[in-house]
């Protein structure tokens, strides 16, 4: 036992050592293996009759008429062409090249390479259990705070066009956080509160209704069926209220409590009574210090931004926008609004570069570079050079889906302060030659996450073309194939157009290309004597 003990550590060394000295010696082995071959085909071409069958093979390809070559070259540049639209649509829709893919997953392995970690999808589980730490830590995707109503809002982009604002991974998790928030422990589950775990889970928008009128027939008093019924039967803001207002009658639990008036405070926002939900937000901040997870401060920003409140938004920033705090795209652009706002309706750039910036337009510059190193994406959805769409459920801190809920709700705000979004629109691409690239590490945050482009996929619908930071380069396969189709295209149209010219540029370009060959079996032959090659041929 100890004699085995002691030498087991060793054993290990001896084999890595051994691994290594294979790989550095596999590529010499290659080479000196491809060369003996070429040598034993060329002492060898008079028994195997290589000449003769070069010299039948130039005959018969002497005889086929112009029409083979451009049905050749152009069957060839149908082909590629086909492969170049698949390469295309696939690098569009998952941001990588199939082929490149498939040889990474597949042919690496075979040939002794390490798999790459990051090809992995990354929401291969519910869990992420084969996920990494670090892109589970950077690609969290949080509840949306100012997410919209099922019944009222997102069902009725339904039934006018006929697409599906939401994905099924994110009514899925939004599902997951009903079940965790609402019902707590399940050991203790009431009869209607089991109805109501099968209901969140129903991926039929009407099963999950029928079910919750289920709950409610076994206790006129199961809170969250009336939270249910709200969200996804009421098809208006007002019978969405007043179903909140009946849940609120009768929850006792807090977290349904907390939910329920926030919802309630929503729906005033979106009936116009803003005062009122800004009163609420506060009053329910106030009442559950603890639950800042929630982001109701976010809610509480966009309702005062709609009352012009200026000074109060200051103060909220003032208290939320702080180092030890989880940032977001709402705090990050809010804060570069105020100070936009402040120059923004004097700024010219033609004055800025005669005179320079002052101090206060310096400080709007730098906050706009602040929030735009935060997320990227949110400037082309301001200056609408990308079409918005509703919202998701959930979102992804400093990805595409958190750049749309903002500048879904935030963007009436940017046009009302005058001079803003020109403001915007001169300075934000600046940010992009402060950050290091490659985006090893960043100015004033973390480095961009390499994880959001995957994870936005989930969470936007597919009708929706996701943006991605920072822009990707077309993969080499993709430029290989477009210039091979256009290569073989423009050899069929000459084939075609001028036969003969043709003819003899082949003829010149293949003797041009096997001269070096010519050139090293004649050294060969003299460098070698006669009687050897003799004798080898013999064998």
Same mark, same amino acid.
């Given at each position: 036992?100890?004699?085995?003990?002691?030498?087991?550590?060793?054993?290990?060394?001896?084999?890595?050592?051994?691994?290594?000295?294979?790989?550095?010696?596999?590529?010499?082995?290659?080479?000196?293996?491809?060369?003996?071959?070429?040598?034993?085909?060329?002492?060898? =071409?008079? !028994?195997?009759?290589?000449?003769?069958?070069?010299? *039948?093979?130039? $005959?018969? @390809?002497?005889?086929?008429?112009?029409?083979?070559?451009?049905?050749?070259?152009?069957?060839? %540049?149908?082909?590629?062409?086909?492969?170049?639209?698949?390469? +295309?649509?696939y690098f569009r829709k998952y941001g990588t090249s199939f082929i490149e893919q498939v040889s990474v997953s597949?042919?690496? !392995?075979?040939?002794?390479? $390490?798999?790459?970690?990051?090809?992995?999808?990354?929401? %291969?589980? #519910?869990?992420?259990?084969?996920?990494?730490?670090?892109?589970?830590?950077?690609?969290?995707?949080?509840?949306?705070?100012?997410?919209?109503?099922?019944?009222?809002?997102?069902?009725?982009?339904?039934?006018?066009?006929?697409?599906?604002? @939401?994905?099924?991974?994110?009514?899925?998790?939004?599902?997951?956080?009903?079940?965790?928030?609402?019902?707590?422990?399940?050991?203790?589950?009431?009869?209607?509160?089991?109805?109501?775990?099968?209901?969140?889970?129903?991926?039929?928008?009407?099963?999950?209704? =029928?079910?919750?009128?289920?709950?409610?027939?076994?206790?006129?008093?199961?809170?969250?069926?009336?939270?249910?019924?709200?969200?996804?039967?009421?098809?208006?803001?007002?019978?969405?209220? =007043?179903?909140?207002?009946?849940?609120?009658?009768?929850?006792?639990?807090?977290?349904?409590?907390?939910?329920?008036? =926030?919802?309630? /405070?929503?729906?005033?926002?979106?009936? &116009?009574?803003?005062?009122?939900?800004?009163?609420?937000?506060?009053?329910?901040?106030?009442?559950?210090?603890?639950?800042?997870?929630?982001?109701?401060?976010?809610?509480?920003?966009?309702?005062?931004?709609?009352?012009?409140?200026?000074?109060?938004?200051?103060? $909220?920033?003032?208290?939320?926008?702080?180092?030890?705090?989880?940032?977001s795209a709402t705090i990050c652009y809010t804060s570069a609004l105020l100070k936009a706002r402040a120059v923004?309706?004097?700024?010219? !750039?033609?004055?800025?570069?005669?005179?320079?910036?002052?101090?206060?337009?310096?400080?709007? $510059?730098?906050?706009?570079?602040? /929030?735009?190193?935060?997320?990227?994406?949110?400037?082309?959805?301001?200056?609408?050079?990308?079409?918005?769409?509703?919202?998701?459920?959930?979102?992804?801190?400093?990805?595409?889906?958190?750049?749309?809920?903002?500048?879904?709700?935030?963007?009436?705000? +940017?046009?009302?302060?005058? &001079?803003?979004?020109?403001?915007?629109?001169?300075?934000?691409?600046?940010?992009?030659?402060?950050?290091?690239?490659?985006?090893?590490k960043g100015h004033l945050f973390y480095p961009y996450p390499g994880c959001t482009e995957t994870a936005d996929?989930? @969470?936007?619908? %597919?009708?929706?073309?996701?943006?991605?930071?920072?822009?990707?380069?077309?993969?080499?396969?993709?430029?290989?194939?477009? &210039?091979?189709?256009?290569?073989? *295209?423009?050899?069929?149209?000459?084939?075609?157009?001028?036969?003969?010219?043709? &003819? #003899?540029?082949?003829?010149?370009?293949?003797?041009?290309?096997?001269?070096?060959?010519?050139?090293?079996?004649?050294?060969?032959?003299?460098?070698?004597? %006669?009687?050897? +090659?003799?004798?080898?041929?013999?064998?």
């Amino acid at each position: 036992m100890a004699d085995s003990s002691g030498s087991n550590p060793q054993s290990p060394g001896f084999t890595e050592k051994l691994k290594s000295w294979l790989c550095w010696s596999w590529t010499y082995i290659c080479a000196l293996w491809f060369a003996m071959v070429l040598t034993m085909v060329y002492v060898l =071409r008079s !028994p195997l009759k290589l000449q003769e069958t070069v010299n *039948a093979a130039s $005959v018969f @390809l002497n005889t086929l008429t112009p029409k083979f070559y451009v049905a050749l070259t152009g069957t060839s %540049s149908l082909i590629s062409g086909l492969i170049l639209i698949f390469e +295309w649509w696939y690098f569009r829709k998952y941001g990588t090249s199939f082929i490149e893919q498939v040889s990474v997953s597949h042919l690496r !392995p075979l040939l002794g390479g $390490v798999e790459n970690s990051s090809s992995a999808g990354l929401f %291969s589980s #519910v869990n992420g259990d084969t996920e990494q730490r670090s892109n589970v830590a950077e690609c969290k995707v949080w509840r949306n705070p100012l997410n919209l109503f099922r019944g009222a809002e997102y069902s009725r982009y339904t039934w006018v066009t006929g697409k599906e604002p @939401l994905t099924y991974y994110d009514m899925n998790l939004s599902a997951q956080d009903h079940q965790t928030f609402f019902l707590g422990d399940t050991q203790q589950l009431k009869p209607e509160d089991s109805v109501m775990q099968k209901a969140w889970r129903e991926r039929n928008p009407q099963a999950r209704i =029928r079910a919750a009128y289920q709950a409610i027939e076994m206790n006129r008093e199961c809170a969250a069926a009336y939270v249910l019924l709200a969200e996804e039967e009421a098809t208006t803001i007002t019978e969405a209220e =007043r179903l909140f207002k009946q849940a609120l009658k009768t929850g006792k639990d807090t977290n349904l409590v907390v939910y329920i008036k =926030r919802r309630l /405070a929503m729906c005033a926002r979106k009936l &116009g009574r803003i005062k009122e939900a800004v009163k609420m937000m506060r009053d329910l901040m106030k009442e559950f210090p603890l639950l800042g997870m929630l982001n109701i401060h976010e809610n509480l920003l966009e309702a005062l931004l709609e009352l012009q409140a200026y000074a109060d938004v200051q103060a $909220v920033l003032a208290k939320y926008d702080d180092i030890s705090l989880p940032k977001s795209a709402t705090i990050c652009y809010t804060s570069a609004l105020l100070k936009a706002r402040a120059v923004s309706d004097k700024f010219s !750039p033609e004055a800025a570069s005669r005179r320079g910036l002052s101090t206060a337009e310096m400080n709007a $510059v730098e906050a706009i570079h602040r /929030a735009v190193e935060f997320n990227p994406h949110v400037p082309k959805y301001l200056l609408e050079m990308k079409s918005l769409i509703l919202p998701p459920e959930h979102i992804l801190k400093r990805g595409d889906s958190e750049a749309v809920a903002y500048a879904f709700f935030h963007l009436q705000h +940017w046009k009302r302060a005058e &001079g803003a979004l020109n403001l915007l629109h001169c300075t934000w691409e600046g940010t992009f030659r402060i950050i290091p690239y490659p985006l090893e590490k960043g100015h004033l945050f973390y480095p961009y996450p390499g994880c959001t482009e995957t994870a936005d996929r989930e @969470l936007l619908p %597919s009708f929706h073309e996701v943006s991605v930071y920072p822009k990707k380069e077309l993969p080499f396969f993709i430029l290989f194939t477009a &210039g091979l189709c256009s290569f073989c *295209a423009m050899l069929a149209m000459l084939t075609h157009q001028f036969p003969e010219l043709m &003819g #003899v540029f082949v003829k010149a370009f293949f003797s041009t290309l096997f001269a070096p060959l010519g050139f090293f079996a004649d050294k060969m032959e003299s460098f070698m004597p %006669s009687c050897l +090659w003799h004798q080898l041929a013999n064998v």
